[in-house]
């Protein structure tokens, strides 16, 4: 079997990595589910229409115009329920947005931490207001200008602080089962760390403790939802992922097995050559040869 060539990113990814932020205008017809799943990425949504929105434990209902946060740890659908939607999405980076002063992270802020307010009702004059600050920011993102990426912080931050201002929307639907939905966020969460595409960039969630403070809950509330849901402990839900995300990397890349092991989140090769063994009955190298 010959090896494939290395999983290249999209052009769009690559656009938006380069430059940290994507600002666009969403228009179009019929109803869809939408899973955002760009992992990178915090997300200001302007849209219009009925819609139902699924986020951590809670589901929204919501008709008219609303404002949505994003938070690329946080896994969250949508769901187009009218036959129109309309509005912006801005999508950037926490790296793009923080400024050297700045102490809070962008997952702690009101709108965009777990348990916080990530939807807002917009009305017509506010939507009057947010329309412009979006179309501005469309228009400047096609200049040349020498200090854009600072004018593109501060309409994202103006923003943002047009929201704090606002009421948040409290028209949730409690789920049924707290347990599945636990359990559906955190395997939403753990998908979306894959596939690793640099090795320069290793796995940041690797622990269930990691992913319970991403989720910004007790580690033994995760576990026991995870657990009673799927019958497997959280540990090993995220070890098998990573042993398949290796595995895919031995037979699709060119990268040696110190580059996958720190892609993976392993401190030293060896670390991963034990993980591997433990998990496959073979050592990486070897693994490597049978699929070649």
Same mark, same amino acid.
């Given at each position: 079997?010959k ?7 999209s ?12 600002v ?61 939607y ?51 920011m ?82 033994? #509330?995760? $576990?026991?939802?995870? %657990?009673?849901v +799927? !019958?497997k402990?959280?540990? /090993? =839900?995220?070890? &098998? ?25 392993f401190?030293?090769p060896? #670390?991963? $050559?034990?993980?591997? %063994?433990?998990? +496959? !009955?073979?050592?990486?190298? /070897? =693994?490597?040869? &049978?699929?070649?």
């Amino acid at each position: 079997m010959k090896k494939s060539k290395p999983r290249p990113l999209s052009e769009f990814n690559n656009q938006l990595k380069l430059k940290g932020f994507n600002v666009f205008q969403i228009e179009s017809d019929g109803a869809a589910t939408r899973s955002y799943s760009r992992k990178d990425f915090y997300k200001i949504c302007l849209t219009t229409g009925h819609s139902r929105i699924h986020y951590s434990e809670r589901s929204f209902e919501e008709h008219g115009t609303v404002l949505f946060f994003g938070n690329p740890h946080i896994p969250y659908s949508w769901e187009t329920l009218s036959t129109s939607y309309a509005g912006y999405t801005c999508l950037f980076s926490e790296e793009f947005l923080t400024f050297p002063d700045r102490t809070e992270s962008l997952q702690q802020s009101p709108l965009f931490k777990l348990g916080g307010t990530p939807i807002l009702k917009i009305s017509e004059p506010q939507r009057e207001f947010l329309n412009i600050l979006f179309e501005k920011m469309i228009e400047e993102q096609k200049t040349d200008y020498q200090y854009k990426d600072d004018m593109m912080r501060n309409y994202i931050n103006l923003i943002i602080h047009e929201a704090l201002k606002l009421r948040p929307s409290e028209e949730f639907i409690h789920q049924k089962n707290a347990a599945n939905r636990i359990a559906a966020v955190f395997l939403e969460l753990l998908e979306r760390q894959f596939p690793v595409e640099s090795a320069e960039r290793p796995l940041q969630l690797r622990t269930a403790q990691d992913y319970a403070r991403s989720l910004h809950m007790h580690v033994n #509330y995760l $576990n026991r939802a995870v %657990k009673q849901v +799927t !019958g497997k402990p959280t540990t /090993a =839900h995220i070890t &098998e992922r990573i042993a398949s995300e290796a595995r895919a990397l031995l037979q699709h890349t060119d990268w040696n097995i110190s580059e996958i092991a720190y892609a993976l989140g392993f401190e030293y090769p060896t #670390y991963f $050559n034990n993980f591997f %063994k433990r998990m +496959t !009955g073979t050592n990486p190298k /070897a =693994h490597r040869v &049978e699929m070649v």
